[in-house]
């Protein structure tokens, strides 16, 4: 079946029917530039051709020859899983109640609630805990007026306030000020440890517009990223995380995607938890 595609040069008010062109280089001289470029059917072509204005191109749609799929529904009917049946949906059921009991017994510290909620979220089983989640992040917000350790961790503040901002609570940037110089950029001391810029390069992607401590945090971290994956001598889990969150960080991943990635990475972290 053959298809006709045609631009013309004409009001924006002739637009029927958009469709991506390939244009010859040859031929963009007799378009005219100052007035639009538009892409019509050819009933309305021809009624408005012009030699000095309109460029026809025809094009063949092609067939493409393609097989069946094999995925029929027999097929898929025919997959299975040696995880399935009453002894995994029995193991699986332990497994969440020793996790929601690591979770309702982690201690005060809020970083080790916090670190638990983030690896929980990024392991993709998060949304069995729900609950129990919620219940932390509210006494978490609620105790955030107390700053005395805000003042020496910058990791547990970038943490926070991103699992935070993730949930819907409204932490202001000012958190950071004292992690901020005279002039108002970064400390350089802080770049020393890439956990620490990691979770700061993470958290600015949560800044609202307009806030500037956010930006300037975006900005700092990924300079001194770039520093770090030009020195050879580096822990290659870290190169992979920070290589990873350069190309696309937490808050623009999809999430079953990125729990995937994560499972590999966490197996090979010292502080992994087997549960």
């Not at 280089?25 to 007799?30: D, E, L, P, V």
């Not at 001194?224 to 969150?245: C, E, P, Y």
């Amino acid at each position: 079946m053959a298809a006709s595609c045609f631009i013309t040069a004409i009001p924006s008010s002739g637009f029927q029917h958009p469709r991506l062109l390939v244009v010859p280089q040859r031929a963009s001289s007799r378009i005219r530039v100052h007035k639009p470029v538009q892409c019509l059917p050819i009933s309305k072509v021809l009624e408005n051709e012009r030699d000095d204005q309109t460029l026809v191109v025809k094009q063949s749609r092609r067939s493409g020859n393609y097989t069946p799929s094999i995925w029929d529904d027999d097929y898929l009917q025919s997959l299975n899983s040696v995880y399935t049946g009453e002894i995994y949906t029995r193991q699986a059921k332990c497994m969440k109640e020793k996790v929601r009991a690591m979770i309702e017994n982690v201690s005060d510290r809020t970083m080790d609630q916090l670190e638990l909620i983030d690896t929980l979220q990024r392991l993709g089983v998060s949304y069995h805990f729900v609950t129990e989640i919620e219940k932390i992040l509210e006494k978490v917000y609620i105790n955030s007026n107390d700053v005395t350790w805000r003042k020496e961790n910058l990791y547990a503040v970038s943490l926070e306030f991103r699992v935070l901002r993730q949930h819907g609570y409204n932490v202001p940037q000012e958190v950071f000020n004292s992690f901020i110089d005279e002039k108002g950029n970064f400390k350089v001391c802080l770049c020393d440890d890439i956990n620490t810029m990691l979770s700061l390069y993470e958290a600015s992607y949560y800044g609202l517009e307009g806030e500037i401590i956010m930006e300037e945090a975006w900005q700092f971290t990924t300079k001194h990223f770039k520093s770090f994956l030009a020195d050879d001598d580096i822990d290659s889990n870290l190169a992979m995380q920070v290589r990873r969150a350069l190309e696309l960080p937490l808050h623009w991943r999809t999430s079953r995607v990125g729990a995937r990635w994560f499972i590999d990475i966490y197996e090979r972290s010292k502080d992994m938890n087997n549960i």
